[in-house]
């Protein structure tokens, strides 16, 4: 089966940088993607990570090392509107793709 | 430029009741989900579909049935819904060759059993 663990809350002030670890087990491990999503909305993609290393997207760079089966979201200069969930993602096998239950972000003036 | 869409976006029924969700996408994506959302619980996979005529179980199938006629639809039926699938249910889509790793979200349906 497949399982990935998250911390279900993280707390930061406006400016700061934050990590979200993510840790998975799995069969058939393709890749990590990460998902953000504000209250009321639907989830929408930020990065995904086929190999070991980091990837940068202008203020979130995401991290995956497959021989720890983990990876992380560094999230650099937070803004309020980065308020939300995010949710890692495990791609198997055929292209099923399982989620970590969130992590709440509340920034903090 | 619809994308991805779901209908309808709330529903109320009741115990017993038959309930279709939609599931409509315009980019003929090969790799269609359906997942649902509960508090404490993330997304979690339904049924995907890898292509028309082709689906899989994920992680919650019991109590629900897919169909996948034609590429762009992907319906989800509750056959007789139960008060435990109230919930908020979202269907995705992705593509099958570079870039295959992105899903593309609906807006979501809201769904409760009364």
């Known amino acids: 089966g497949q399982s990935l663990e998250q911390p279900s809350e993280v707390t930061a002030v406006e400016g700061a940088i934050v990590q979200i670890n993510c840790t998975y087990q799995?069969?058939?491990?393709?890749?990590l993607s990460w998902y953000q999503q504000h209250d009321g909305g639907a989830p929408t993609f930020l990065s995904y990570?086929?190999?070991?290393g980091l990837e940068e997207t202008g203020r979130f760079s995401s991290f995956l090392s497959r021989s720890d089966s983990y990876g992380y979201l560094l999230l650099q200069e937070l803004q309020m509107k980065d308020s939300a969930s995010y949710f890692c993602?495990?791609?198997?096998?055929?292209?099923?793709?399982?989620f970590g239950a969130g992590t709440r972000l509340f920034v903090k003036a | 430029d619809a994308g991805i869409t779901q209908s309808p976006r709330y529903k109320i029924t009741e115990t017993g009741r038959q309930v279709t969700l939609m599931c409509h996408q315009t980019?003929?994506?090969?790799?269609m989900f359906w997942y649902r959302q509960d508090l404490g619980h993330g997304l979690r996979l339904i049924y995907y579909?890898?292509?028309?005529?082709?689906?899989d179980k994920g992680e919650v199938p019991d109590g629900y049935v897919v169909s996948r006629s034609k590429t762009e639809n992907f319906p989800l039926t509750l056959e007789s819904a139960t008060r435990s699938q109230t919930s908020v249910y979202f269907c995705?889509?992705?593509?099958?060759?570079?870039?295959?790793?992105?899903?593309?979200f609906g807006s979501g349906t809201q769904l409760s059993v009364l």
């Open positions: 995705a889509s992705s593509d099958s060759g570079g870039g295959g790793e992105k899903l593309f």
């Open positions: 993602a495990v791609r198997g096998g055929g292209f099923k793709t399982i």
């Open positions: 799995t069969s058939g491990f393709y890749g």
């Open positions: 990570n086929g190999l070991d």
């Open positions: 579909s890898a292509a028309a005529d082709i689906t």
């Open positions: 980019w003929s994506h090969s790799y």
